[in-house]
């Protein structure tokens, strides 16, 4: 006799140690799903998002803001009604002594949030990070969400993950009971059988997110899988509804398996490099000699390799004896800038505002 686990949830998958038999919980039996693969190590990362511990901010360094798009490194903050609160990465205080950076969300104002209404922090993650996840076959994977949140509120708070067309979403809540208090949340995921996934290739897969006030329209009940966009649980807290309501969120990790392990703490060498693949800034410098008229080549090597051919800006530049650039030759790994000699003699390209390289998704 077989010694299954006690109620387990949809998607649990259980190892008999007698037999190396796979078994998977389809929410109303244990059902055979083929021989167990040997155990192997745990790799070095199997957190499918970056910088979950909130390390990394290249566009801001720490500075507050407001504005929709991306925050700190890899973290995007989305709202449908402007300056409804401010973002920020923060420390997160002796008493989260393993992590001291998060990042943070205040409500300005007791906002009572429309049915069509969203606000939310989520990270799109690339489909070649999530392959195995196998999500929209028979063969779909769970996979495990963990992280730490706080906030100046209590009771239950919610979140989602939804694939990139937003035609697939699975709500989950999670209860922060004591105000102020730095809490472990676990949840699995059991995964999607349905739906369109996006499984490979350098595209969007999925989206986490997490809920700071999203309307009705865009909630729905946790812990099962719909065929619409919600970006939230239904009767979750609304952060955006108290006027100086807080949520903060770090040690973000998504898993494949039923089990939340350890976070494993990348170098910052390449939790840096990870971060770059999607967005990066230099301030480099160029010189060359050359004669008037002539079209001067100026080599741009990157970081780190691009997730895709970035799109490239420069805030603002300074030029001697040369004219403003004539064009780009932009690919994964570097780029060539070129610019026009204005007379004979040396020439100097200076983009003071530094040079910005986003292939975000």
Known sequence: MIDFPASPTVGQAFV?????????????KWKASGLATPPLPVPMNDNR???????????????????????IDR??????????GGWQRLPSGALLPWFPYCLSFTSSSAYVSLATDFFQFQQPIEADMVSDFAWGTASAE?????????SNLTG??????????????????????????????????PGDTAGTWVMSGNAASLYLLFDLGTGSTYRGPANAWAGTT?????????????????????GVKLEIGSVATSFN???LAKNMADCQRYYSVLAPRFDGYGAAGVSAS????????????????????????CSALSGTNIQTTGAVAYVTVTALGAFNWSPSGGMIMSAEL
Do not use: E
């Open 75 to 84: 973290w995007n903050y989305q709202g449908a009604q402007p300056s409804k």
């Open 265 to 267: 703490r990348q170098s």
């Open 298 to 321: 100026v080599p741009i090597t990157y970081p780190t390799t691009m997730r895709a051919a970035p799109t490239i800006t420069f805030p603002s530049s300074a030029y001697t004896n």
């Open 16 to 28: 008999d140690p007698a037999t190396g038999l796979r078994w998977v919980w389809d929410g109303t």
């Open 156 to 189: 239950m708070f919610g979140g989602s993950v939804k694939n990139a067309a937003g035609t697939r979403s699975y709500p989950f809540s999670f209860s922060l009971p004591t105000a102020q208090t730095w809490t472990k949340i676990a949840i699995t995921i």
């Open 142 to 150: 769970p996979v495990t969400l963990s992280f730490w949140a706080n």
């Open 230 to 250: 919600y970006n939230g649980a239904t009767g979750a807290v609304s952060v955006v509804g108290t006027n100086g309501g807080t949520f903060s969120v770090t």
């Open 49 to 71: 998002l970056i910088n979950g511990d909130m390390r990394i901010d290249q566009r801001n360094g720490g500075v507050s803001g407001t504005a929709v798009g991306y925050t």
